[in-house]
């Protein structure tokens, strides 16, 4: 059966779903909003967990698993994961394993279209599972 929902292919696309939103407004995100277009909320499956003091995803098959985040549509995506990969304790010269690790996913806007998009995926087994139910980051924290 064919999905009546567009699927946009590309590469040039960023989710974040942590500190990096831009509710947060840290310098991080600053440098990313110079380089990229806002397009939307949108979901990622996977499971949210709080990691310390900041959120990790892992994937999931589970189809109820949604994790809520931005999308954004990169100018330049080579200068932008230049400095978010060493931000994100995945660039060249962070050891392994990795604390995150980059790969392209598909997340579902509000109006529906299916897109893909970068996100760093937590690259470690979650020890202490504090697991955030509603996948919404800035939720779990405003109500800490």
């Not at 985040?69 to 392994?96: A, I, M, R, S, T």
Request: net charge neutral.
């Amino acid at each position: 059966m064919l999905s009546s929902k567009p699927f946009i292919m590309t590469e040039n696309k960023l989710f974040l779903y942590g500190t990096l939103r831009r509710a947060f407004n840290k310098p991080m995100f600053r440098f990313i909003e110079n380089y990229s277009s806002y397009l939307g909320e949108a979901t990622v499956q996977g499971r949210l967990y709080h990691i310390l003091t900041y959120p990790g995803v892992l994937p999931s098959d589970q189809k109820g698993d949604r994790v809520l985040g931005e999308v954004y549509q990169l100018h330049q995506p080579g200068k932008v994961f230049e400095k978010l990969d060493p931000y994100e304790y995945c660039g060249p010269n962070d050891p392994e394993p990795h604390e995150y690790r980059r790969a392209l996913t598909t997340a579902k806007l509000k109006n529906g279209a299916e897109i893909e998009t970068w996100i760093y995926w937590y690259n470690h087994k979650i020890i202490l599972p504090n697991r955030i139910e509603s996948g919404d980051y800035l939720e779990f924290l405003e109500k800490a």
